[in-house]
């Protein structure tokens, strides 16, 4: 099993930034994507930003497209997401999620097997 742990939500203001981190224990080398969802209360969970092993192919839901970046080290087994220009509507529980390895596309929820527990993340 792949153990997941984010860190870096809290609390800003619109147009603020944060770095939200997620570290990776477990049977992590053989993962194909890493991404990122989130989920605000009421509504459904949703894909944020996905990204493949090589860190080159990268997918961003439009509604953060130019101010959300997805990043990976794979030697440090760690996860990134840099939020800039945060907005309300950025309100949410942020998870991060991995694969088995498995070809398939990285964009679709259900090609992620583990999840981490979630970050916060409340823009007010």
């Known amino acids: 099993h792949v153990q997941l742990v984010e860190s870096g939500g809290g609390s800003v203001q619109p147009g603020g930034s944060l770095r939200l981190s997620c570290g990776a224990s477990?049977?992590?080398?053989?993962?194909?994507?890493m991404g990122w969802f989130r989920q605000a209360p009421g509504k459904e969970r949703e894909g944020v930003a996905f990204?493949?092993?090589?860190?080159?192919?990268?997918y961003y839901a439009d509604s953060v497209k130019g101010r959300f970046t997805i990043s990976r080290d794979n030697a440090a087994n760690t996860l990134y997401l840099q939020m800039n220009s945060l907005k309300p509507e950025d309100t949410a529980m942020y998870y991060c999620a991995t694969d088995r390895g498995t070809i398939g596309d990285c964009a679709g929820q259900f090609q992620y097997a583990y999840w981490g527990r979630g970050t916060q993340v409340t823009v007010s």
């Open positions: 990204v493949y092993f090589g860190g080159g192919r990268t």
């Open positions: 477990g049977h992590t080398y053989s993962s194909n994507c």
